[in-house]
C-alpha cells in the first residue's frame, strides 16, 4: 500500500501562493487516483480538487476554481496542489488522498479515497 506525506502549508497572507506536496511511499503514485480535501475549524472535511488516475481528468470546488492546481511528479513519486490568490477562507488542514480504484469519471468523496495522509495546515491572514 502506499504512505503520503504532506508538506508546504504555512501562514500567508491573502492574495499570496503556496504549494502543497504530497510524497507517496511503497507505491508508485501513478497508480492511484488522488485527491486534495481539506477541513476548517468545527467544518467537515471537503473536497478540493482531484484527479483520475490517468490524471487526463481533473476536477475542482468551484470555489477554488482557476486560483487552484493539482499535478503530479511522477519521477519524483509526488503529488502537488498550487494554491494562488489565497483567502482567510481557505484556511483549513488540508490532506492528500489516493485510491487505485479508477471508475469513469472523477471523484470527490471521502469515501472514494483508501489511503491518506496526516495534513497539513494552512492558514491565510486577512
Known amino acids: 500500500q502506499v504512505q503520503l506525506v504532506e508538506s508546504g502549508g504555512g501562514l500567508v497572507q491573502a492574495g499570496g501562493s503556496l504549494r502543497l506536496s504530497c510524497a507517496a511511499s511503497?507505491?508508485?503514485?501513478?497508480?492511484?487516483?488522488m485527491a486534495w480535501f481539506r477541513q476548517g475549524p468545527g467544518k467537515e472535511r471537503e473536497f478540493v480538487a482531484a484527479a483520475t488516475l490517468s490524471g487526463s481528468s481533473t476536477r475542482y470546488l468551484a470555489s477554488v476554481k482557476d486560483r487552484f492546481t493539482i499535478s503530479r511528479d511522477y519521477t519524483k513519486n509526488t503529488g502537488y496542489l498550487q494554491m494562488n490568490k489565497l483567502k482567510p477562507e481557505d484556511t483549513a488542514v488540508y490532506f492528500c488522498?489516493?485510491?487505485?480504484?479508477?471508475?469513469?469519471?472523477?471523484?470527490?468523496?471521502?469515501?472514494?479515497?483508501?489511503?491518506w495522509g496526516q495534513g497539513t495546515q494552512v492558514t491565510v491572514s486577512s
Open positions: 488522498a489516493a485510491d487505485t480504484r479508477d471508475p469513469p469519471g472523477v471523484r470527490v468523496g471521502v469515501g472514494d479515497y483508501t489511503y
Open positions: 511503497g507505491r508508485t503514485l501513478s497508480r492511484y487516483a
